[in-house]
């Protein structure tokens, strides 16, 4: 079944893989999200046949960059839609950066990240005012990054600094690199470190009242443990706590954990308006395979192969199951609705799946 699923997260990609880069999925999100492809690109990138897509990915992003510098989230040229880009995403251009070096290292071809290195340059450039607090953390509006519908997080992320800090060591920012880890992990003030995992998001304190998430981000966290933002106790710690709360069942992952609900003090009432609106779907602790290979890889990092593989099998199972779907249901793992309205594959869950496979092929986290 592990091999049966990477086949067809071959076949996958071939469906995502347009003259333009790679779309999100097929059919259905037809249009070049940053994150998603780059994402993607981090598993297709082990094959020849799909350089050349990741490469157009990375140049319809630039060409459509903002004179300030910002990514593009999404660039929608190429349907019968009327033409548009959106931005509005902090992630995007954390993303496009982190591609860039993938490509050129896992093809061994600088070329084209020498061409782009203005765009480069200018992505970093745009990223760095966003510190807006002076003190090496990036903060971020509500949903300007992969839930971008839910939920309403602010401030300082980890999901964000965790992006920043692999940015900022594969620039060779050195000294700002410690100084996001000190703040991220010691600072009394902004530390996302809460004794068991990361804070999803913090931002002011206002003397006995706090702005801060009382959840767990999956995504952040495990990112967290692949980019080397925290230590091996802390680690060991996250990867317990996933465990303990049966954040990998049915299948590796829920999104969120607990999931948020009308009553609670992170509710807000636009969620009503999408799948996120109901506890388990979507968003809202529903399960996202693509961050399941996340999870794998963090299994790889703390030298837990046995239940890397055990996680890799489920995730087999899931994408086999339901066609590499977008979303499975949190509690039964059946398949959800997509916001696409169509059902489709999607390119980031066969990506991130390959980079899974191939990792624990290695027993090593092969991210470039």
């Known amino acids: ?83 548009h880009v959106d931005y509005k995403s902090i992630d995007s251009s954390l993303w496009f950066i982190i591609g860039h070096y993938n490509y050129k290292q896992r093809y061994k071809d600088s070329a084209l990240f020498n061409a782009q290195n203005d765009a480069i340059k200018h992505a970093f450039n745009w990223l760095s005012y966003q510190d807006i607090g002076e003190n090496g953390m990036l903060a971020q509006l509500p949903t300007t990054d992969w839930q971008d519908a839910f939920p309403h997080r602010y401030g300082y992320t980890i999901n964000t600094q965790a992006l920043w800090y692999r940015v900022l060591q594969l620039m060779n920012k050195n000294q700002e690199a410690d100084k996001l880890k000190q703040q991220v992990n010691k600072n009394s003030d902004m530390k996302l470190w809460d004794n068991e995992y990361y804070l999803a998001y913090r931002w002011k304190n206002h003397n006995n009242y706090k702005e801060k998430s009382n ?19 802390k680690s060991e710690k996250i990867l317990n706590y996933i465990k303990k ?22 509710w807000q009432d636009y969620y009503l308006d999408s ?34 593989e055990t996680q890799l099998q489920k995730l087999a199972e899931a994408n086999l199951k339901y066609n590499f779907t977008e979303w499975l249901h949190g509690l039964t793992g059946k398949e959800g ?4 309205e169509v059902k489709s594959v999607q390119g980031w869950n066969a990506g991130m ?8 092929k290695k027993k090593k986290v092969l991210i470039s």
């Not at 890889?297 to 192969?305: E, G, H, V």
């Not at 609705?337 to 696409?340: G, P, R």
Request: glycine residues 4%.
């Open 337 to 340: 609705e997509t916001e696409a």
């Open 1 to 83: 079944m592990i091999k049966e699923a990477y086949v067809s997260a071959i076949e996958v990609l071939n469906k995502c893989s347009t003259n333009h880069g790679f779309y999100a999925a097929y059919p259905g999100y037809d249009m070049v999200f940053a994150r998603d492809a780059m994402i993607i690109s981090l598993g297709a990138s082990f094959f020849p046949q799909f350089k050349n897509t990741i490469k157009q990915s990375l140049i319809t992003l630039a060409k459509n960059q903002s004179e300030k510098g910002q990514i593009p989230n999404a660039v929608d040229k190429f349907s019968q839609r009327k033409h």
């Open 245 to 266: 709360n049966k954040i990998n069942e049915p299948y590796p992952v829920k999104a969120i954990y607990p999931p948020i609900t009308i009553n609670s003090k992170h």
């Open 353 to 360: 799946y390959i980079l899974a496979y191939e990792s624990l």
């Open 275 to 308: 799948e996120a609106g109901k506890p388990w779907h979507y968003l809202n602790a529903g399960i996202w395979a693509y961050i399941g290979s996340f999870y794998i890889l963090a299994l790889i990092k703390q030298k837990k192969i046995k239940e890397a």
């Open 215 to 233: 959840w767990f981000d999956t995504l952040g966290n495990l990112l967290a443990i692949i980019f080397n933002l925290t230590d091996n106790q």
